[in-house]
């Protein structure tokens, strides 16, 4: 399997009928997150993927091991929290036109994009109310 680490994709042709499966450093000071409030604590992580690969679908299940920050809800002090959210992401070639299907179409590219699937993750891992230690005193103590 052939993942391009600075955009996410995956590369159809690398993929054999069946599952697939890798383990790959992403650098994430070079991809573009675009998450308000969230941002890489490290320049580098790791992502294992798995990829089985149908006749009529194509289903991306992982996970990434890396470390964001997001500010203090109380102090605006960095707060690193672990992406823990699985990664997943069906794609099929059969377009369904009463668009009740959820999964999405596989582009002519043969490129699988799952740059969307991995910042779901990572939204769905920030806290709801992120504090640097619980007895944080806040702003206006520090």
Known sequence: M???PEKLVISMRSLSRGMN???F???LDKINWDID???PADDEATLELSVDYGDSIVLCSGRLNADFKTPCARCLEPMLFNICEAIH????????PSGEQEREIVPQSGEL?????????ILLSIPGKPLCSP?????CYN
């Not at 992401?89 to 369904?96: K, L, N």
């Not at 007895?135 to 702003?139: A, E, L, R, S, T």
């Open 89 to 96: 992401r069906e794609y099929t070639w059969e377009f369904d």
């Open 2 to 4: 052939i993942l391009d």
């Open 21 to 23: 499966s890798g383990s």
């Open 113 to 121: 994009c799952i740059l969307d699937a991995v910042r779901e993750a």
């Open 37 to 39: 409030g969230a941002e």
């Open 135 to 139: 007895d944080c005193d806040g702003i």
């Open 25 to 27: 450093i992403i650098p």
